[in-house]
């Protein structure tokens, strides 16, 4: 008796390494750096804004001013007459940038979907290298200093970055189908921890020579980066004569490993082949539109989970350093280099629930479980002793079961809901579909920048991490329709394979 499911597994594992090519592994490693590169960038912003801070207030308040240019020359331009109004301007930076890369993400995948990805992505990498060094390096060179300037240099490169996930994903979409995707996606998505790792390392080599070398040396990184991605990205496996995902299922097995994780498994074969899309002969079908993406099963309910799941996720990132320095005296040197801990925690997290899922062919009940764990895991972490030993391994735990989800909702499953049987037989909504998911989550990270900063200023840190669990739980709550039905149709193949034994 064939089984639903079962009789798909073991073929569509083997067909991960059988469908793998050279062309693959570079367009593996190419989306994977470009990403990194970009967000790079971000984390030297983060790492250098001690120094900007400093170089932004006047002499009489800054001790190492008079080292780096002339007293008469410094008190004549700088912006703020103290480093907390300069530290305040630096945040609402930060702020401005992530509602303008939200909002640049929904339109970023509309635009990807209707564009060459390979342009779309390289423009956007260069574009984004020059506005960064306008900002760092250019205005002090020229010692210009203008606060309104920064501000819309910090808009236009929230959305000219807004162009990395949407392209990124849809690309490694088009060359990985379903066999094995939540395990290379829950590899792949390490990409943002391992650009914040080397956007640490690229500043730190030349920060002694000033800030703005910081931003020269990861701006020019990224240029040179999007001028590779350019000449040597290939978006579809069709550039090189290659079956597309979906296309050669002559054998029935790329049809099993391609059918996306919310279909229902009781759905009619001749209902499989139905588009939303124009089935005729033209090769290149039409992107679909923004709300016909929303309309998309699972899009708006994994979009407002990511949201919540995002804001914790960023919350650690922007916070850690200064929560462990706040609340436990650490050095901030220190600070910093532990809560490296997190990142390592969330890689290894969505590199292994991505597999894990791969082997259930359901996403939801490895995200609700490793949820449920999360939300443990916050409440131990938020008691963690004045160990630092104690307080990475709990640190490391913790973003295994918060990390590892937000990977694989942001990647694996964004792919699998841009490529389920309504879109069938084309990519033109894998960008868009994307650019909503990570874009809404972006919204919910930015407005919980400040939800963080009032919390904890008015109620304490342990309020903080009472809110990061209720949005946790929310996580899991929006989500739950889907959990209940995959677990269901868990079950269901769980009773035929008894029945057949």
């Avoid at 979906?246 to 759905?267: H, I, K, S, W």
């Avoid at 699972?298 to 919350?315: D, E, F, I, R, T």
């Amino acid at each position: 008796m064939a089984l639903p499911g079962s009789s798909r597994r073991q073929p569509a594992n083997r067909g991960l390494v059988s469908h793998c090519t050279h062309h693959h592994i570079v367009v593996f490693l190419l989306t994977f750096f470009s990403y990194s590169l970009l967000h790079a960038s971000r984390k030297t912003f983060s790492n250098v804004k001690v120094s900007i801070s400093s170089q932004w207030t006047p002499s009489c308040l800054n001790s190492t001013a008079p080292e780096l240019r002339p007293y008469e020359l410094w008190n004549s331009s700088h912006l703020f007459p103290n480093a907390e109004e300069a530290t305040l301007f630096l945040g609402t930076l930060d702020t401005i940038f992530l509602f303008s890369y939200a909002v640049g993400l929904f339109v970023s995948g509309i635009v990807g979907d209707r564009l060459n990805l390979r342009w779309v992505l390289s423009f956007g990498m260069c574009s984004s290298a020059l506005v960064v060094f306008f900002f760092g390096t250019l205005t002090e060179w020229l010692h210009f200093y203008n606060k309104w300037f920064y501000c819309c240099l910090w808009v236009v490169n929230g959305l000219l970055q807004s162009t990395g996930w949407p392209c990124v994903v849809a690309v490694m979409g088009n060359w990985f189908g379903k066999a094995g995707r939540g395990f290379v996606f829950g590899l792949w998505s390490a990409c943002a921890s391992v650009g914040n790792i080397l956007g640490a390392f690229l500043a730190s080599c030349v920060l002694r020579y000033g800030y703005e070398y910081a931003f020269l040396v990861t701006a020019s990184v990224q240029f040179a980066g999007g001028v590779i991605v350019f000449f040597g990205l290939l978006t579809s496996p069709k550039e090189v004569g290659l079956p597309e995902l979906g296309a050669d299922e002559d054998d029935g097995v790329e049809e099993d490993a391609n059918r996306p994780l919310m279909d229902d498994d009781d759905a009619d074969d001749d209902d499989q082949n139905y588009s939303i899309q124009a089935t005729d002969t033209d090769n290149q079908p039409k992107a679909i539109g923004f709300f016909q993406a929303c309309c998309l099963p699972g899009v708006v309910l994994y979009s407002l989970a990511y949201a919540c799941l995002k804001l914790v996720n960023y919350s650690f990132f922007f916070w850690l350093p200064f929560y462990l320095s706040n609340n436990f005296g650490w050095k901030e040197a220190e600070a910093d280099q532990l809560s490296i801990w997190y990142d390592v925690g969330g890689i290894i997290g969505g590199t292994i629930q991505g597999l894990i899922s791969d082997v259930l062919q359901k996403r939801a009940p490895v995200l609700a479980i490793s949820l449920l764990f999360a939300v443990g895991s916050l409440f131990g972490y938020s008691r963690s002793p004045n160990s630092k030993p104690i307080n990475a391994v709990i640190m490391a735990i913790t973003g295994f079961f918060i990390g590892g989800p937000s990977n694989m909702i942001s990647s694996a499953i964004s792919a699998d809901l841009g490529r389920q049987d309504l879109v069938r037989g084309s990519s033109e909504a894998l960008a868009t579909v994307t650019g909503i998911v990570d874009g809404t989550g972006s919204i919910g990270a930015a407005v919980g920048q400040y939800l963080v900063s009032l919390i904890q200023e008015n109620l304490g840190w342990m309020w903080v991490f009472y809110f990061f669990i209720l949005m946790t739980s929310s996580t899991i709550l929006f989500i739950s329709p889907l959990i209940v039905r995959e677990v269901k149709l868990l079950l269901h193949e769980r009773r035929l394979r008894m029945l057949a034994e």
